[in-house]
């Protein structure tokens, strides 16, 4: 593995945000949801496709705090632009579990 200085670990931007929808993704390749996440007044809303149907249910998103790399590009999956990456560590099975704060904090704040 590279080591990186801080320096390079500061140009990724890691915000807390809240889901505010999610919504099926029946068209992806992989099972995944179309999540809309609010991260704030100074980014504000931005949209995900990810990856997480095995251990979350659509329903019990809404309101979630996640962390996301909002600096990178937007990238099309499918015939959706996703806006951000949504992050999560895989399980025993290599199945998304999503990361985010233990306790609430504001949207938008950066991971540091």
């Known amino acids: 593995m590279d080591t990186i200085t801080f320096d390079d670990f500061l140009k990724v931007d890691i915000r807390v ?3 505010i929808e999610a919504l099926p993704y ?6 995944a ?5 609010d ?3 100074e980014i504000g809303v931005k949209k995900s496709s990810a990856q997480i149907t095995k251990h979350y249910d659509i329903e019990t998103l809404p309101g979630r705090q996640v962390a996301a790399v909002v ?3 937007p990238r099309q999956i499918g015939k959706f632009m996703s806006e951000v990456l ?7 099975q290599d199945d998304v579990v999503m990361i985010g704060p233990s306790k609430p904090v504001p949207d938008g704040g ?3």
């Open 86 to 92: 949504t992050l999560g560590f895989p399980d025993g």
């Open 71 to 73: 600096n990178f590009p």
């Open 110 to 112: 950066r991971l540091y």
């Open 33 to 37: 949801f179309k999540l809309k996440i």
């Open 17 to 19: 945000g809240t889901i």
């Open 39 to 41: 991260f704030g007044p």
């Open 26 to 31: 029946p068209e992806a390749r992989k099972p």
